[in-house]
């Protein structure tokens, strides 16, 4: 069992950078994979990027790459979502999320957090 929490949403304007944490307890292996993924409203979850617990495997979408970045502290059992140079249409839910195998459908993933809002004004 695994239980995830985010943080670090908030209210920003365009232009404007955000750190979101994920911390994890529970039975994390170190072949999980960690993902981000945001959701807005009347839209479908989208995948932003995900990480090999133990390192070594990283990926970003395309549409995002330029802009975020994942990273992990396995010290702290935190994911963190680094977010740069927002606009408007990155506003969204954005949850974390863990799974034993990597994946760009939300159905790789076994365990969820609540969600972490993040806004971004014009």
């Known amino acids: 069992q695994v239980q995830l929490v985010e943080s670090g949403g908030g209210l920003v304007q365009a232009g404007g950078s955000l750190r979101l944490s994920c911390a994890a307890s529970?039975?994390?292996?170190?072949?999980?994979?960690m993902a981000w993924f945001r959701q807005a409203p009347g839209k479908e979850r989208e995948l932003v990027a995900f990480?090999?617990?133990?390192?070594?495997?990283?990926y970003i979408a395309d549409s995002m790459k330029d802009r975020f970045t994942i990273s992990r502290d396995n010290a702290k059992d935190t994911v963190y979502l680094h977010v740069s140079s927002l606009k408007p249409e990155d506003t969204a839910l954005y949850y974390c999320?863990?799974?034993?195998?990597?994946?760009?459908?939300?159905?790789?993933?076994?365990?969820w957090g609540q969600g972490t809002q993040v806004t971004v004004s014009s």
């Open positions: 990480i090999r617990w133990s390192g070594g495997i990283t």
């Open positions: 999320a863990a799974g034993s195998i990597a994946g760009t459908n939300q159905r790789s993933y076994a365990y």
């Open positions: 529970g039975r994390i292996f170190s072949s999980y994979f």
